[in-house]
């Protein structure tokens, strides 16, 4: 049985940085595409970026540029690599492969 596990979260004044991880266990992620997912209080969730099983990404206007969605098939793990953060950047993040999802972790832009 597959299972998503998230770490990377926290606190950062703007203009700071922090990567996300996804670690995967149960099966291989490099077989699927990994999407991240945001949702701030009140809102609905969004995609923020993506990485397909061929390596093309897409990304969210409001993070191009900012954002680096990658992978590590020997690490088995997804990565957010986040920069220049911004307040409404502030949302708690998930990973998304296929039929799993992560449990969250929180992200918070502020001074």
């Known amino acids: 049985q597959g299972q998503l596990v998230e770490s990377g979260g926290g606190l950062v004044q703007p203009g700071g940085s922090l990567r996300l991880s996804c670690a995967a266990s149960g099966f291989m992620l490099n077989t699927y595409a990994v999407a991240w997912y945001r949702q701030a209080p009140g809102k609905q969730r969004e995609l923020v970026a993506r990485i397909a099983n061929d390596g093309s990404t897409w990304y969210r206007d409001s993070v191009k540029g900012r954002f680096t969605v990658s992978r590590d098939s020997a690490e088995n793990t997804g990565y957010l690599q986040m920069s220049r953060l911004k307040p409404e950047d502030t949302a708690v993040y998930y990973c998304?492969?296929?039929?799993?999802w992560g449990q969250g972790t929180q992200v918070t832009v502020s001074s």
């Open positions: 998304n492969v296929y039929l799993h």
